[in-house]
């Protein structure tokens, strides 16, 4: 497989020496997966290092009462830090994986030969430091969010982060409700009153921002 063209959109790739551009050729596997559904159960044994090409990842984790908390997602040319390590200490992966988008394309570079390129090539040691550092990022920005910010902060906090540049949300409020490891009707509740004071407008399957530094402030305030 030429890796170089199917990891276009990753930057180490650029800057790989020969031998590890050959180690990644031979190595190096696609998986497609054309509907919506979970890829990956807390204690399953992955494959190796797992980066998105096509779609968007949510890693999650499952509470006491069985709500899903997200902890952090894996978008295009980015990759799963939890499968990194896994990889790296032949460990079980530690919580869910679903692709939030169908289709969904993955690249998958083997337990043993990310190791390889890992010792061999200071390109791959640091896209891994770079991947660390960011999911490191996330998590604590999570865990800091349920701690100190109330739901509906919280919900304001996730409505800015995934608006488009028109800001539009598309997602459902059971989803929303997923993501923040809470109940629909609650979600749904703190949506009415944030369309009441003139800050959003739902419809079904989208939500509209109709000010999101205005929203932003909400969820810092």
């Given at each position: ?34 509907e ?33 908390v ?23 992966y ?25 010792e ?102």
């Open positions: 497989m030429d890796a170089s063209a199917t990891l276009g959109g990753f930057r180490f790739t650029q800057r790989l020496s020969h031998a590890a551009r050959q180690e990644l050729d031979q190595s190096l596997m696609t998986v497609d997966v054309a919506r559904k979970t890829l990956i159960r807390r204690g399953d044994k992955v494959a190796g290092a797992y980066l998105v090409l096509e779609g968007v990842l949510r890693i999650y984790n499952i509470d006491a009462r069985g709500r899903e997200t902890l952090y997602s894996v978008e295009p040319h980015d990759a799963c830090i939890f499968a990194m390590n896994c990889a790296f200490n032949d460990l079980r530690p919580a869910w994986v679903e692709n939030e988008e169908a289709p969904t394309r993955l690249a998958v570079i083997p337990s043993l030969s990310y190791r390889k390129l890992h061999l090539d200071p390109a791959v040691r640091g896209f891994t430091f770079d991947v660390l550092s960011s999911r490191i990022f996330d998590l604590m920005n999570t865990i800091e969010e349920m701690a100190t910010l109330d739901m509906e902060q919280r919900l304001a906090s996730f409505l800015t982060r995934k608006c488009n540049e028109q800001g539009v949300v598309t997602t459902s409020h059971a989803k929303i409700a997923a993501n923040l490891g809470t109940a629909r009707e609650v979600v749904t509740r703190h949506l009415r009153q944030l369309e009441s004071r003139g800050l959003i407008e739902t419809s079904r399957g989208e939500i509209r921002i109709f000010d999101p530094v205005v929203l932003a402030a909400r969820a810092e305030s």
